[in-house]
Nanobody, 119 residues
């Protein structure tokens, strides 16, 4: 059974950093595309970044501006290192997975973790 659990969210001041981790169970991520999306109140869910398991290639949304870094920590965990956070980054962050070498649209989602950037 596929299960994704995110952790690492919290309250941080502008300019601060957080590291989110997505822990997968029921599969190993080497043949999957693992992604991070976010949804702010009143807004649609948007892609933040994804990583392709078979190649290690990554892609980021334009708003990331080299502030975030996605990585596969091991066979089960995918992390999102977020630096220089801005109030506009406040959202619920979800990880997703799809068994693919190119398609980043998730087949399954985690429950999300809240990130709040505020002074």
């Amino acid at each position: 059974q596929v299960r994704l659990v995110e952790f690492g969210g919290g309250l941080v001041q502008p300019g601060g950093s957080l590291r989110l981790t997505c822990e997968a169970s029921g599969f190993t991520t080497d043949k999957y595309v693992m992604s991070w999306f976010r949804q702010a109140p009143g807004k649609e869910r948007e892609l933040v970044a994804f990583i392709i398991g078979v190649s290690g290639k990554t892609r980021y949304a334009d708003f990331v501006k080299d502030r975030f870094h996605i990585s596969r920590d091991n066979a089960y965990n995918t992390s999102l290192q977020m630096n220089n956070l801005e109030p506009e980054d406040t959202a619920v962050y979800h990880c997703g997975e799809r068994h693919s070498s190119y398609n980043y649209e998730p087949a399954h989602w985690g429950q999300g973790t809240q990130v709040t950037v505020s002074s």
